[in-house]
């Protein structure tokens, strides 16, 4: 059974930084990407940041290029994401996604708020 650890989130003053992290267990694949999805209230779950474990290839939205960094250790499963000058609008549950060959599994969540 795949099981999540994340944390991270909290309260932030606009132009701020955070630290979101997100352990995986529970797999066997070798090979898989990890993702930061974000939900504020009222809005569809958008995708934040993308990494793939093996090459490290990233993705990132429009939204939070430049600003958010994307990162794994592949010894922990563990993927991070660091939020520098954070704005308002980012605030949001913040869920880690676990995508294998076969199956999604998604964490928790985590909540961002940013305070303008």
């Known amino acids: 059974q795949v099981q999540f650890v994340e944390s991270g989130g909290g309260l932030v003053n606009a132009g701020g930084s955070l630290t979101l992290s997100c352990a995986a267990s529970?797999?066997?694949?070798?090979?898989?990407?990890m993702a930061w999805f974000r939900q504020a209230p009222g809005k569809e779950r958008e995708g934040v940041a993308c990494?793939?474990?093996?090459?490290?290839?990233?993705y990132y939205s429009d939204s939070v290029n430049g600003r958010f960094t994307i990162s794994i250790d592949n010894a922990k499963n563990t993927v991070y994401l660091q939020m520098n000058s954070l704005k308002p609008e980012d605030a949001a549950v913040y869920y880690c996604?676990?995508?294998?060959?076969?199956?999604?599994?998604w964490g928790q969540g985590t909540q961002v708020t940013v305070s303008s």
């Open positions: 990494i793939q474990n093996s090459y490290g290839t990233t």
């Open positions: 529970g797999f066997t694949e070798d090979h898989y990407a």
């Open positions: 996604k676990l995508e294998t060959a076969n199956n999604d599994y």
